[in-house]
């Protein structure tokens, strides 16, 4: 939950910059059952399975909801800085 004037901080990775045949196959698989490609069915331990989506920049998962993208974050970017420094931000 989020007052009107909130945001929300999101990350994904690109699913389409893999050349792993595996994770190519598993895109083709979720293309063949309708789901977006790089959309995962995750379960952690004891709870029901849920689904989690990583999406490109050009796809968005925003329409219709009254959301908008103000700035992208680059993942691989901060995860690589943040390392060295052991800390998120």
């Known amino acids: 939950m989020t007052s009107e004037h909130g945001g929300i901080i ?40 849920f689904d989690y989506a990583m999406v490109s920049k050009q796809e968005t998962i925003l329409k219709g909801i009254g959301w908008m993208i103000k700035r992208f974050l680059d993942s691989d970017c901060l995860h690589r800085n943040n390392r060295k420094r052991g800390r998120l931000f």
Do not use: C
């Open 10 to 49: 999101a990350e994904s990775n690109d699913p389409y910059r893999t050349k792993i045949k595996e994770h190519l196959d598993y895109h083709k698989l979720n293309e063949n059952r309708g789901r977006m490609p790089g959309q995962l069915r995750i379960r952690a331990r004891y709870t029901p399975r």
